[in-house]
């Protein structure tokens, strides 16, 4: 028979016990730290995903809000609402081509009564409904009526009430838009948090999970304060939360709601005044804390086996009291794998820093490549239009010799007068070359990056000089009349030249073999400063993908370029802090717009 282990001395044994003590405390004080981490930096990403659907949800909303006071000048709505005279055919067809413009599920016109005069479609909503009664009773007292409740139809509903005014002062009708809430939520309903919007009484009323919907955390929702309905029966039920914690101050919520919904959310909230509401995310935290298990798990098993090493080393060391030479050669043999692995982390820095100066020196690469590519842009401009530059060089160049031959006869024939005539035309060709120079030098020199104030009207003077050969050659009617005033923007004066000239060139291009040819430029002051650039070509086939890099509409085998043009003066724009719009418009043709920010007050060209 094997003989039974022997017992620890007690010493021994009290040791032991202490270091499994201390192990543990360790453990758990790794775990408790790995938590508090993990939920402080899963809290902070929480409150930026929910401010960002809070400012969507807002700001979605304040588009309708706008577009309910906008419709109250309207000059066929306003007559229509004080006097009862007017066209409300006119009025419904203006009101149904704004709801599909925006999304809106319906857009009504009221009058002082209540009464429905004009509406984006047959409804059957009046006063008799106490959610459209109380938006028109606010906008009847002059303000901005705003409501959220479920209509008749179930359906959830935000809706705005513009108040109208007549020319005495008060309100004569109201402007109501009333837009669907599951349109407004549905961008979001594949986003990977939980985020959901309660009303004054807890009942979720916006969210992007289904399973939420309506779910109302006690006590029971009691009616809306401001027009006293209640959610129907059917439609509510209990919240899927059924036990909370607050570990270090954070709001952790057990759920059991299905698949889309986490087991166990970190719940924070943000107040919403401006819309009424109260919006919610739930965070899946239990990755964070079974992180926090793991890290305590390896702790404690780091220190089980570093106490086991230290009992085996104990042991060996007194089984082995009297053999120096092999604790001596053990000693060594632990030194050298000190030095292995202390150079091996050497290595590992040496190896990082070589990292560290690769990539620096790609991202200089980059940023030569980036300069090169621009320089290569307006090379390619430059070299498509040089030949109708060179003829407009050419030619006054011409008439020059002919009316220096003519002054000189003029002379011998002593008619100085005629002779002063001919220099005279000679001084203004000469004039009209050193514009087209200039503007040329201008173009083509290598600008400083940088942004500075720019006069927005002589950037586009100088780029319709550098134009205006090939829109003479194609017969194109330009439509541009200068600002009374300098309009002076944030930006680059070659690079803004740069940009238009490749947007003019491409309007030209659309607008080949077309018998309507028309370019139309128009800049308009404000915050921000936009310019628009309009032809009547063949429109844009892919708006959405218009300002991709390589992307072309040309046939292959053009002279054109590779479809960058676009690509690089929509990223010339965002280096300004702008931005580049396209769009086709109603009549035929596309509409580029360029928003720049406008130079501050004071400001120097």
Known sequence: MRPLPRPLPRPRAAVFALYLLAVAGAAAGVGWYALRDGLAKLSDRAEADLSLAADQLTGQLERFRELAVLLTDH??????????TGDAAAAGRLLLKEADRTGSDEILLLDRSGTIIASSRASDMGLHDPTLATVFAQAMHGTLGFSHAVGGDRKRVFLYAAPV?????PAVGAVVVRLDAGRIEAPSRGDAQTVFFTDARGVVFVTNRSELLFSARPPAPAPYPSFGLAYPAALLRPFPAFRAHRPFGHDLWWMAAGPYLPRLGLHLTRPLPVVEMQGEILVDALPTVEVAGLQAA?????????????VALGERRRALAARLETEARLTTQLEHRVEERTQALSDAVDRLQNEVQE????????KRAQAELLRAGKLSALGQMSAGISHELNQPLMAIRSYAE?????????QPDRAAE?????GDLAGRMGRIIRALRAFARQEVEGVADVDLTAVVTAALELTEPRLRQEGVTLHWTPPPAPVLVKGGEVRLQQVLVNLVANALDAMAGREDRVL??????????????RDTGSGIAE???????FYSTKEVGQSEGMGLGLAISDRIIQSFGGRILARNRDGGGAEFTVELPPAAAGGAA
């Open 422 to 426: 001919n220099l005279g035309r000679i």
């Open 298 to 310: 390896v702790a404690a098993a780091v220190g089980l086996v570093f106490g086991a090493v230290l």
């Open 406 to 414: 003519n002054g000189a006869a003029f002379l011998a024939r002593s």
């Open 520 to 533: 139309t430029l128009d800049i308009r002051p404000g915050a921000p400063v936009r310019l628009m650039v």
């Open 359 to 366: 990539r620096m020196e790609a991202e200089a690469a980059l």
């Open 75 to 84: 000059p066929v709505l306003a007559p229509l609402a004080e006097t009862g």
């Open 165 to 169: 005014f007549g020319a005495a002062g």
């Open 543 to 549: 708006p959405e993908r218009i300002f991709d890099p």
